[in-house]
């Protein structure tokens, strides 16, 4: 199979009219994959032929705000009970009771509040690249501006309202190649595009776009990413970190509520999002999990670990899903 042999788009209609798009193939029980920023359901190319092939019914949504779901221009429409709710919708459209959650990136975050708001309708629980987070003690910004007093942090230029789509518009390439450099495990250890110098203006000031991609992107590959943001834009992936704030007040109720399906976390040991907070986040990403299975570090890979190691990514999955399959969960 090849990465687009038999994959079909689909859209499910959410309550209020917004249509949520996901791309499918294959039979059996259903691996729903949920991705993170600024990619597509497109960055789990490489992952979805093998899980197809191994008896899977594989479907990676396209997140409200991307591909070829609606883009609302309310930032409130982008908390993370909503794209909890649109993952269930996927689920139902596909007439399953359950699936087993795959989340990347921001991706994690959602298939996380799935998992604590819709436990039933789990098998099993994968994050990648970013951990099950224990609850906030307050507001995201709030949080983060405590231990960012100085420093440009990333989240807090995203949450501005039309400043980084200012920057990112005026070269798109130059971000998404910057973006995907900086974050691999080829980052320059001397730079980081999270936290940015004490006066910085704008997030890529002083940051060099390579002049060559990485092994695991190819010019077609990039093309993809920028032809699916040329027709839909940056505002609606930017929403997302300008919700994160409203998702405070939204889940009061749920601090005490722990993730109850068996879980699985896979992170590449240089990726930079793992030491932002100040502290190694991957030393116990599993705490909030009732059923952890397994903390599986790749050596020598960054953030996007899906596409940089697809290989170890697949077979750990396949391991964990064999496991799930013997105790008769899927």
Known sequence: ??????????????????????????????????????????????????????????????????????????????????????????????????????????????VQTAAILHPDRLSGLVTLSVPVFEPLPAPASEVTAQIFPDNMFYQHYFNVPGQAEREIDADPERFLRIFFHYMSGQHPVDENILVRPKGSTALMEGLTAPESLPAWLTADDLAYYLKSFAEGGFTGPLNRYRA????????????????????????????PSRWIYGVDSYADPLSRCDDPRGLHMVAGVGHWIQQEAPHDVVVHMLTFLSDLREENRL
Do not use: C
Request: charged residues 25%; hydrophobic residues 40%; without cysteine.
């Open 1 to 110: 199979m090849t990465m687009l042999d038999g994959i079909e788009t689909r859209k499910v209609v959410r309550e209020d009219g917004t249509k949520i798009a996901y791309s499918v193939v294959g039979n059996g029980p259903l691996i729903l994959l949920v991705h993170g920023f600024p990619e597509s359901w497109y960055s789990y190319r490489h992952i979805i032929p093998p899980l197809a092939e191994a008896g899977y019914q594989v479907a990676a949504i396209h997140v409200r705000g991307y591909g070829e779901s609606d883009k609302p221009s309310e930032v409130e429409a982008y908390l993370s009970r909503t794209n909890a709710d649109d993952i269930v919708a996927v689920i139902d459209d596909l007439g399953h009771e359950r699936a087993v959650l795959v989340g990347h990136d921001w991706g994690s975050v959602l």
């Open 244 to 271: 994160w704030d409203l998702d405070f007040p939204d889940l009061i109720g749920t601090e005490d509520l722990r993730v109850t399906a068996p879980t699985l976390f896979i992170g590449g040991d240089l990726d």
